[in-house]
C-alpha cells in the first residue's frame, strides 16, 4: 500500500498546540497511507498578515523545505493563503513536490463551478491575493473578494462571530456576485468550511485541506518523473553555491 | 481502506481489445483503491478528431455518465484531449465528479513549470483545443502548439515514426518557444510519455494519466461535498423534463 | 435582383406554430430578396437551458445543415442564444455560411456603443454565455449579464410580467452597469426589443434578428469567395468517414 | 425596393481618377440598391502612412460625414485601414451609421475562421493597427502582422511586385503563424485579393469591401433603431456649441 | 544647473487669464529649473469633452509640437485627460518628448497603490478614457470610473459643490470600489486635489501636475538618447512630405 | 535648490570596489541636488539569479529599507531587475518611496515605443521576469525576452563578449521580434546601454539608471503628499508588532 510522508509547514512562530490541532484536523481528510507531520518556525511570527512578515520568515521556510527533502519527506505545504515562497521552494526541492494553499484552492474551485468568491480578513490581504489569482490564470472565474473585517488573530477569539460573519459575506458573494463555489481565504478559517456548506448549500473550499490533497496527488505522481521542470524557472541554485553562502548550512541546521 | 470505481469514457466506437489495452496501461497508474473500467461508444466513429463526430456522440456520452451515476461510479473521465461534454456532463451529473484530459492535464502542467507546450496531430486541432486553454485559464502559460503532421488513427500505424516527430517537436517546444512541459495532446499517444521523458529531461504529461489522477482527487473530495456547485452553470435539468423528453430514458437504455 | 433562401433552425422540438409565427415576424425584417423557413427538430426538447437538452439535440442540428445545404440553402441560423453546435455546423458546411444569435448579436451591439448588457432568463444561463462572451472577443465590452429570474417558458405565459421585467432590468444594467447597448439574451424574448428601445432610448438588439441580418451579409459576400477557411478548425470531415459512420446517411434521412 | 446612399470618403487629396476607379471597383460588391459615391478630401495628404496626415484630415472628415448625413445619405465609410476618425464620425452623425475598413474587416475575417494575419506594407503601420485590433476585441484571433516592404505609394507603382510580395507573405502567415484568413490591411491593396484567394485556398478579406458590406447592413438596420447608442461615448455634441464654435459652419460649408 | 523649458499646451481655445492661472498654479510643483509656459489655441473650442472638437483642435495642437520643439523647448505636454493627439505628437516631434496627463497619472498611480479610481465629470467621457486605460496598461488596477454629473464647464461655476461632489464620489470609489488611489479625470479639476488628500487619507492624482513631472524627466533622460523609437509607430514622417502638404507650413505659421 | 538622499540598495553581498564603481556611474545619471550612496549586503549572495537568493537576502533588504527611512533618506532602490521585495519594502516604509529596476525600465519604455524586448542572462531568470512584466501591465507591449547564455558573473568577465551578444540579442529583437526599445534585464548590465544604443539607434534602457530616475520623481511628488497608500496592500505593519517579533529590532541593529 502506498504510503507517504507530507510536512505540512506552518509558518508562523512554533506552537505545538496549535500545530497539534491543525494536524488533528487535517489527518480526517487526508487519504489512507498519508503521514502527515506539522510544524512551525523557530522565528516565526504569530501570523502573516504583513508581507514583511512573510519575507521574513522566507528563509526558514527554505531550510525547512530542504531538510523535508533530505529527511525524505514525499510533499511539503507552504501553509499560508498568500502562498509565500512557493516558486522559491519548488526551485530549491530537487524532486520532492511543494504545494500551497492559494494555488491548490483555486485549482480545485475551478474544476466546480464557474465562478468562486474569496472571502478574507481584511481588505489588506486583496492586493496580494488578487495578483495571485491572475498570475494562477483564474482571474476570470474570479467573482469577488469579500473581506469580513477581521484579522487572522480575530478568527480564534470569537468563532461565532466569525462563523456569522463568514456566512453573511458567502451569501453576498452568491448573491450578489454570482459566485457558485465558496474559497475561505485563510487557512485559519480551519473548521468552518462545513457548516458554511450546509447552510449555503454550495461548495465551500478549506484551503488547507485543498492544498493537502494536491500534495498527495503531486507526491503520487513523482513516480512516474511529474515533477516541476528544471529546465527554466524552477532551476535549482548549483549545490557549491548553497554552500558556499551558507544557505545549504542553513538548511542543514 | 478507500476503494473507488471509476469510469473511463473511450468516446469513439467500442472496441475491446483497445479498450482493455487502455485499461491495462492506466491501471499501472491508478492509485491503490482504485477500480477502473473502460467502455467505448455503441455508435461511436474510430476518431474524434472532427468536432461533428463529437457532437454525434455527445448523446451516449451524456447517457454513460448518467448511467455510471445511478450504477455508483464514483467518478467517470471523457477520454478525448477536446474534453467533448465536460460542461454537460457535470450538469447531468448530480454528484458524481467528471473530469477529462485537458482539462486535467493543464491544470497540472501548471504546477510543474512555467510555460508548457502541446503536442497535437494535426493543425486542424489546435483552434477548439487553444479555446480550451484559454476558458481554463492557461493562456499565459501556453509555449505553442505543435502539430507532428498525423491524424488520430496513424499513431498506431507507425509508432516508431510517431515516436520520432513527437520527440522533433518537443525539443523544438522547448528550445524554440520556452517550454517546460510537453502536453501529449491526444488520448492515443499512450506509452510515449515516459520514452520522451527519458530523452528530454522535463516532465511530459500523458493526458489520460493526468485525467485519471484528477478523477480520483474528485472522487475522494467528495465525501466531504467538493462536488460541482448545482447553483450555477452546473444546475442539473429538473428529473420530470428529462423523463418527459426521452433523455433519462435514453440513460437508462 | 438578389434571391437568397436562409434557413432558421429553431433547436427545439418541432411546433408549426410557433416556428410559424416565429418565420412571420422575422421575416419583417428580412432584406428584399430573402426567403425565410423555420424548422424546428423531431426530436428535440421544448427549451435548452440546459446543456444536455442542446447535446442531444446536436446531431440532428447538423444533420439539418447537411441537409440544407445540399438543397441549395444559401446560409443556415441556428436559432439559440448558447450558440450550439455552431463550430461543429461551420464544420460539416462545406461553402454554406451558418450563423447564430449570440456571435451575431454581440458583433451587432459592439457596432453600436461601448458596453452592453445582457438580459437572461435564469442566473444558470450565465457561464456558458460569458464564455461566449470572451470567446467571441468581447469580455471587455460586457457590462454585466443581469437575469429576471424567468424560465424561457415563462416568457410567453406571461408577456406583460416578462416586458416589466425586461424593462426593469434593462434600466439597472444602463444606469448601475454602464450599458449602452441591450441585448435580450434568448430568442424567445421576440418581439420585445421595440417598445424595450422606445422606453430606454438606447438600441435593444434581438438577437434573431441579428443573426438573420448577419446570414444575409454571409450569404452575399460568398458570392466572391468569403466562406468559412477549410484549412484550420472548419476543415470539413472526409466523405468516406461521414458515409462509413453513418453520420453521411443521418444527414439524407 | 430598397435602395441606399452610401459616401466612402478616401480621406486622402481629392482625385478624381483614382476615386472613380475605386467606386467602380466597389460597385461589383455592392448589394442591388445601393447607391455608392466616393469622395476625397480637398486638402488631404496624398497617403496617410503617418498618424499626423490622418490628424490633418479629420476636421474635413468630420465634416463630410455631417455634411453625408444631411444630405441624406444612409451611411458613410471612412476609408482607411487605421480607421482615423470612426470614434468621432459616430459621435458627430446623429442617426447616419459610419463604418470603417480595419472594425469591418476584422468582424468579418472573426466569422470565417479562427486565426488571421494582417498583410501590411511598412512596419510603422503596426503599433497603431495593432491597439485596433486589441480594441475591437480581436487580439486572441491574430495571428500576424506581415509587413511586405513597401510604401502605400509603391502598391501602384508596381503592382506585379506588389502582387507577389502579398503572396509571399500571406503564404508565411498561413504556414508559419497559423493564419486561417488573410486581411489585405490597406485599402489600396484593391483588386488583389480574388487572385491571392485563388492561389491560397483561404478567405482574403479586401477591407474595403468588408466596409461596404458592413455599412449596408447597418444602414438596413437603422431602419428600427438599431443606431449608435447616444448614451455614453458616442453622444453627439450639442448643436448650438458646433454653431458658436464654427464646427457646424465648417460642416456646411 | 539644469534648466529645462517645458511647453504646456492647453488644447482649448486660447484664454490668457485662465492660462496665467494654470501656468502660476503648475509652478509650484515644477522642479527647480523648469520653465513653464502654458498656451492655448487660436481655434480651440471652450472644452474638450466632445471627441469632435478634440479632432477640430489636432491640427493646431501638432503644429505647437513641431513649433515647440523649433523653438528648443525641452518637452511639452498635451494638457487634456483625453491625451489627444499623443501617438501623432511624439510622431512629429523628433527628439523633444511629449507627455500628457492620463498616461502620466496612470504610470505614477500604478506605483502608489495597487487600484485606483477616476473621477470623471460625466458619464460620456468614460468609454474613450477606459480605453487609454486598457491600452496603456492598466485595466487590471481600475477599481472603478465615477462621474460625478458635471460637465467641465461647471467645474469652475461652483467649485463648492464640484469639491462636495468629488469628495463624495471618492470616498465611495475607496470604499465600495477598493480603490487605494483617487485620480482626478480632468485637467480642470486643478487645485482640488490637496483638500480631497487630507480628507480621504489616500493619494489623489492631480493629473496636469503628473504630467509636467513626467515631462521632466523626460526632458532629462533625452541627455543621454532616451527620446521615442523611431523605428516603429513614432516614425517621423519625412521633412518633403510635411513641406509638400502644408503640414509643415501649418506648423510655422 | 531641492536636494535629495536616495539609497541604492545592491541586494548581493557587500563589496566595497564594486559599489563605489555603481555609485560613480550611477552619479553621471543623476539630477542635481541627488546625493547618491550605494550599499550591499552583509550576508548576500554574489548574484541573485536564484530566487531562493533573493529570499535569503529579503530580511536584510528590509531592514535596509527602514533604517534609511528612519535615517532620512528621500528614497530607496532595491537594485536587482527581479525586483525583490519592491512590495514589503513599500508595506515597510512608511512615507519614503521606493523603486527598483523592472517596474522603472518597463514604465519608462513603454513611454518610447510600442514594444520592447528584454535582453537576459539566461532561460532560467525568464518566468519571475515575464510575471512581473505581466504584474505591472506591459504584457501587451512584450516582443521577446532574448537570452544570451550567459551568467550575472559572466557578464563582467569577457565584457567584450557580453557586448558582442547583446547586440547580436537585440539585433533580433528589433528585427524578428519588432522591438522598438531595448531593455537591458539586469542592473549588472552596466555600461553597455549607450554603445548599443549607438549601434543600433533605438532607446535602450538602463535598468539601474531607470530606477533612479524613478526614485528623484518619486522623492520629488512626495512633497505633496503623493507616497504610497496605506489602505490597502502596502498598509504598514503596527509598531509593537515590528517590535515585538524582533522586525523593528533588526531594522535598528
Given at each position: ?70 529527511s525524505g519527506f514525499d510533499a511539503a505545504i507552504i501553509g499560508c493563503f ?162 558556499c553562502w551558507g544557505l545549504r548550512n542553513q538548511a542543514k541546521e
Open positions: 500500500m502506498t504510503s507517504r510522508r507530507i510536512l505540512y509547514i506552518e509558518p508562523t512562530r512554533h506552537d505545538p498546540v496549535k500545530q497539534e490541532r491543525l494536524a488533528t484536523y487535517l489527518r480526517k481528510y487526508a487519504a489512507p497511507g498519508t503521514e502527515l507531520s506539522v510544524v512551525g518556525l523557530e522565528q516565526g511570527t504569530a501570523h502573516l498578515e504583513y508581507h514583511a512578515y512573510a519575507a521574513a520568515s522566507l528563509p526558514e521556510i527554505l531550510c525547512k523545505i530542504q531538510d523535508a527533502e533530505q498568500y502562498d509565500p515562497g512557493l516558486r522559491e521552494a519548488r526551485e530549491v526541492a530537487v524532486r520532492m513536490p511543494v504545494t500551497a494553499p492559494a494555488e491548490s484552492a483555486l485549482h480545485l474551485a475551478a474544476l466546480l463551478g464557474h465562478r468562486f468568491s474569496i472571502l478574507v480578513g481584511r481588505r489588506k490581504w486583496i492586493p496580494a491575493m488578487e495578483e495571485n489569482v491572475r498570475r494562477y490564470g483564474f482571474a476570470d472565474r474570479l467573482a469577488s473578494f469579500r473581506p469580513i473585517g477581521m484579522g487572522v488573530l480575530d478568527f480564534r477569539r470569537d468563532p461565532e462571530e466569525t462563523g456569522r460573519r463568514l456566512l453573511s459575506a458567502a451569501r453576498s458573494a452568491i448573491e450578489e456576485d454570482g459566485a457558485e463555489v465558496i474559497i475561505l481565504g485563510c487557512t485559519m478559517q480551519l473548521g468552518f468550511f462545513q457548516q458554511l456548506q450546509e447552510s449555503l448549500g454550495v461548495p465551500v473550499i478549506d484551503v488547507a485541506v485543498a492544498a493537502l490533497k494536491h500534495a498527495e496527488m503531486l507526491s503520487e505522481v513523482r513516480a512516474w518523473g511529474w515533477t516541476p521542470s528544471k529546465i527554466g524557472g524552477y532551476e535549482t541554485p548549483p549545490e557549491h553555491e548553497l554552500a
